[in-house]
C-alpha cells in the first residue's frame, strides 16, 4: 500500500512515529509561531500589548474595517479573546468599533491614529523576527515556501478570505 490508500472512510498511512516530529509540518509549523510569538513578548509587554492585541492591530493595520468575526479569523484568534482584546484596545484609543451600516448585526473595527502608532513602535521587532526566520534563505525559495503556505491555507481554510 502506499502513503494514500483509502480503506473505509479512513486514508492509510504513515504513523506519526513513522514520518518523524522533523518531518511534520504541523509540528514545524507550531514551534516556529511559538518561537516568533516568544521572541516578540517582552516588546509587546513594554507596549502593554498582549499576542491578541498585537494580531489585531497588525491585521488593522493593513485592513480596513473589518467585521469582528473577520478580524478573529485574519487574527487566528477566539471571538472571545479576541473581544476582551478589543475592549481593552478600544479603552486605550487604539482602535474603534463602529456599528456596520448595512447590518446592524455586526460590528466592524478600524486602527486609531494611536493604534497605527502603537503598531509601528513593534513593527521594528516584527520584521526582524521575520527576517531571523529566514536568514540564509533565498529570496527564491522563502518566495516558494509562501506560495506552498497559501496553496495549504487554501486547502484547509474555512472562509473565502
Partial sequence: MNDHTIIGDQA?????GEIGLQQFAPYLMNRIMGRYNASLREDLAKLGLTTPKMRALA??????GPTISQLAVYAVAEQSTLS?????LEAD??????ADPSDNR?????????????FEQMWPTMRDS???MFKGIDVAERT?????LQKMLRNIRKHDF
Fill in 12 to 16: 492509510e498511512g504513515p504513523r506519526l
Fill in 59 to 64: 491585521v488593522l493595520s493593513v485592513i480596513e
Fill in 84 to 88: 476582551r482584546a478589543l475592549d481593552s
Fill in 93 to 98: 484609543g487604539l482602535v474603534r468599533r463602529i
Fill in 106 to 118: 455586526a460590528t466592524r473595527v478600524s486602527i486609531t491614529e494611536a493604534g497605527r502608532a502603537a
Fill in 130 to 132: 521575520y527576517a531571523r
Fill in 144 to 148: 516558494a515556501f509562501v506560495a506552498t
